[in-house]
Nanobody, 114 residues
Framework: QVQLVESGGGLVQPGGSLRLSCAVS????????MGWYRQAPGKQRELVAT???????YYGDSVKGRFTISRDNAKNTLFLQMNSLKPEDTAVYFC????????WGQGTLVTVSS
């Protein structure tokens, strides 16, 4: 059974930075394309960043140039460095495979507000 545990969220002012982490267990992490998803209040969950098993990265237009996704296959951990945060980045952030599996973690809440 895959387990996904996200951490690193919090309250940050506009223009600030946060680094999210996702610990993945129960799978051969290095073989999977992984992504960060987010769900803002009243909106559908969206994929914002992807990193393939080979290390290629892709970003949604809304975060391109501000967010950086990375992975540490030795530690089964996925990261999301978020810079120049905006109020519209406020959401619960989740990690999962791409495409996503049935199992989701609890997510980590990011609030961008002054």
């Amino acid at each position: 059974q895959v387990q996904l545990v996200e951490s690193g969220g919090g309250l940050v002012q506009p223009g600030g930075s946060l680094r999210l982490s996702c610990a993945v267990s129960g799978s051969i992490f290095r073989l999977y394309d992984m992504g960060w998803y987010r769900q803002a209040p009243g909106k559908q969950r969206e994929l914002v960043a992807t990193i393939t098993s080979g290390g290629n990265t892709y970003y949604g237009d809304s975060v391109k140039g501000r967010f950086t996704i990375s992975r540490d296959n030795a530690k089964n951990t996925l990261f999301l460095q978020m810079n120049s945060l905006k109020p519209e980045d406020t959401a619960v952030y989740f990690c999962n495979t791409v495409p996503s599996g049935r199992v989701w973690g609890q997510g980590t809440l990011v609030t961008v507000s002054s």
